[in-house]
């Protein structure tokens, strides 16, 4: 078909047990290609789907039936392996982090630019209906001016099967999970953050890179926000979100929580590594952490669980997210945005059900095959990565730290 977009993935680790199958289900994406160093996910992605697979990133981007190529390679390979595919005239789509530093996004978007390619980054939250209808009724003018956006996320992300060395790169929750709701906040927003003050700590479990943080963030139009995240597994929004929400269910945090407290000592590393290695795609578990799990990852009481059945149907929760303008006030709900206003309380229902990993592959289609205006490019992605580095900055310097890489919201729009 002309009018399907061939796909190459790089990368086949954990994420690509969750991005692969999602991915597969759209009628106008053909995984056509892969690359990773495992024989075992090669094997498996070539008897799947059909496709031509090699042992490294760079013969993938030779290759000359990929019209893009999803890089979901590790953080501090980003810069590289997303210039390697664009000097091979594919579009790309980068997993968040875009980098780990200003100078290398700016490489990959003066790439990009300079060869007329597609530079996406993703994936966050902001591309999920519930946030894209916020911003909607944001822009709408229904409820006046937004002048203020809080956000609080407490999930278990510092007590999963994750090892040290892997959250040393992304300090921790920061650069690994900040990147999530700072899009929220920055699309909501309008895009031009003016400046960021936080704190980013480890106190939680001083052994492991930082796990949580708290930032005051100010627009420069003068609407402000604050976001607050914690992975240490105590409290769990989903108790505020209907229990909706990443594989959340009540008692998860308990459960991972146990789960690694019974992983103590020197060899604390080792058999965290095993264990993320048996979520990567190809190998026994790796349906992931959190659904079915490998016979490991249950011998320590983490991918016992199933997601919810009273999940289906409803919306997906990123924490929770509270939105306040001059005339109104507004939340998600399990199926629309409940809006605060003047004695009343209503609900716009949300019948777009296109989240995630489907919502990226489907913007970064829309721009390749039909020339649509992409949102979150990588212009969008280094400003949002800006954000996180200030935090990290100002918590380091104790002060506020002023933005200079901004960029305003390209409304999206879609037409699959």
Request: proline content about 5%.
């Amino acid at each position: 078909m002309a009018d399907v977009m061939r796909l190459g993935f790089a990368g086949l680790g954990e994420a690509a047990t969750l991005v692969v199958p999602e991915v597969a289900q759209l009628p106008y994406v053909e995984l056509t290609a892969a690359a990773d160093m495992r024989q075992a996910a090669r094997e498996r992605f070539a008897q799947e789907y059909e496709a031509a697979v090699f042992p490294t990133v760079e013969e993938l981007c030779a290759y000359p039936h990929v019209d893009a190529i999803y890089i979901a390679t590790p953080h501090e390979l980003h810069a590289q392996h997303v210039i390697t595919a664009l000097e091979h005239d594919k579009h790309v789509i980068v997993e968040k982090p875009m980098a780990l530093t200003i100078d290398d996004c700016e490489r990959m978007n003066e790439t990009a630019e300079k060869r007329g390619l597609k530079l996406m980054c993703g994936h966050t939250k902001s591309f999920d209906p519930p946030i894209r209808k916020m911003r909607e009724i944001i822009t709408s003018g229904q409820l006046g001016k937004l002048w203020m956006v809080n956000t609080w996320n407490y999930n278990d992300f510092l007590v999963r099967p994750y090892p040290d060395r892997e959250l040393i790169v992304s300090r921790g929750v920061v650069l690994n999970q900040g990147p999530h709701q700072v899009d929220i906040i920055r699309l909501l927003g309008g895009g031009m953050v003016r400046s960021v003050r936080a704190i980013t700590t480890n106190r939680g479990d001083p052994t492991r890179p930082e796990g949580a943080f708290g930032c005051f963030m100010e627009f420069e139009d003068g609407a402000f926000a604050t976001l607050i995240f914690t992975g240490y597994g105590y409290f769990d929004t989903g108790e505020l979100t209907w229990w909706l929400g990443e594989a959340t269910y009540p008692g998860r945090n308990q459960d991972s929580r146990k789960a690694f407290n019974k992983i103590r000592g020197s060899e604390r590393e080792r058999i965290l590594q095993e264990l993320k290695n048996d979520t990567r795609y190809g190998e026994p578990g790796s349906k992931a952490y959190g659904h079915e799990g490998s016979d490991k990852l249950r011998q320590y009481g983490w991918g016992e669980h199933r997601d919810p059945s009273w999940a289906a149907g409803h919306q997906r929760f990123y924490g929770l997210t509270v939105a306040s303008c001059e005339k109104g006030e507004m939340r998600q709900s399990q199926d629309g945005i409940l809006i605060y206003g003047d004695g009343e309380v209503t609900e716009v229902p949300i019948t777009d059900k296109v989240f995630g990993r489907q919502a990226e592959i489907t913007e970064l289609y829309e721009a390749v095959m039909h020339g649509q205006p992409m949102f979150h490019d990588g212009r969008w992605g280094e400003a949002t990565l800006e954000v996180c580095l200030g935090m990290l900055q100002s918590s380091a310097e104790r002060r506020e730290i002023m933005m200079a890489h901004q960029v305003p919201v390209k409304e999206p729009s879609r037409r699959v």
